[in-house]
């Protein structure tokens, strides 16, 4: 059974850092992109942060300069570096990944078919 688990969510004051990673298990295949979304409440959930296996990683533009993504496929795990953190970054952050070889890795969730249970992450101002 494939699962992957979130870590490293939290509480912070505006202009302070996090960082998130996710491990995944379960999986006997590579996988074609690995990513970061978030939800926050009453909201639909949006695409921060993609990385295909081979290729660069995308940003939702409100991130762009601030956060980072990063991946270890030895480890077959990855994570996001949140610096200079906004209370508009505020909600549930969940990894995400997808299984289909040669698909799109844009911020889309139909585009990822495994998700994290989430983790919480609240900036204050």
């Known amino acids: 059974q494939v699962q992957l688990l979130e870590s490293g969510g939290g509480s912070v004051q505006a202009g302070g850092s996090l960082r998130l990673s996710c491990a995944a298990s379960?999986?006997?295949?590579?996988?074609?992109?690995m990513g970061w979304f978030r939800q926050a409440p009453d909201k639909a959930r949006e695409g921060v942060a993609t990385?295909?296996?081979?290729?660069?990683?995308t940003y939702r533009d409100s991130v762009e300069g601030r956060f980072t993504i990063s991946k270890d496929m030895d480890r077959n795990t990855w994570s996001l570096e949140m610096n200079n953190l906004r209370p508009e970054d505020t909600g549930t952050y969940y990894c995400?990944?997808?299984?289909?070889?040669?698909?799109?890795?844009?911020?889309?969730?139909?585009?990822?078919?495994?998700w994290g249970q989430g983790t919480q992450v609240t900036v204050s101002s």
């Open positions: 995400a990944a997808s299984s289909e070889e040669g698909g799109s890795c844009y911020l889309y969730t139909r585009n990822f078919d495994y």
């Open positions: 990385i295909a296996f081979f290729g660069m990683p």
């Open positions: 379960g999986n006997s295949w590579r996988w074609n992109c």
